[in-house]
């Protein structure tokens, strides 16, 4: 059984927003367009592993893993990737990545009360 990949629209998208998020957020802390390059090699990098990982799993898939919309944590769960599993009539594998959600930013999103708190020293005023 052979697994074909696809990407959509939304997907790439969110790819390239994230991957221009990274590189401008190290660039800025860290002053070095190295580091900010590497950041986006590790993120392209996980998705990859992730590849390579459903592709090991789709080769004796479980039942309930054959169809239907499926999501998938990438570097240590910070983002989400989501996908759409098919079955072709040969037996192999459709699989459509259909997003990229970055955890935190949405748990920000979400909840934008759960932000870090801070107090102030009275002694200071």
Known sequence: M?????????????????????F????????ELDLALRSVEQFAAAIERLMDTLEQMYQTPDIKDTSGEKSFPI????????????????????????????????????FPSHRLITFNDESDQ
Do not use: M, W
């Not at 052979?2 to 990274?22: D, G, M, N, T, W």
């Not at 401008?24 to 002053?31: G, H, N």
């Not at 072709?88 to 979400?110: P, V």
């Open 75 to 110: 570097q240590a769960g910070r983002y989400r990737v989501y996908y759409k599993v098919s079955v072709r009539k040969d037996k192999d594998f459709d699989i459509t990545f259909l997003d990229i959600d970055d955890n935190k930013q949405s748990n920000l999103d979400r």
């Open 24 to 31: 401008d957020s190290v660039l800025e802390i860290e002053s």
């Open 2 to 22: 052979a697994v074909h990949f696809r990407k959509s629209s939304p997907f790439e998208q969110a790819r390239a927003q994230i991957e221009q998020y990274l």
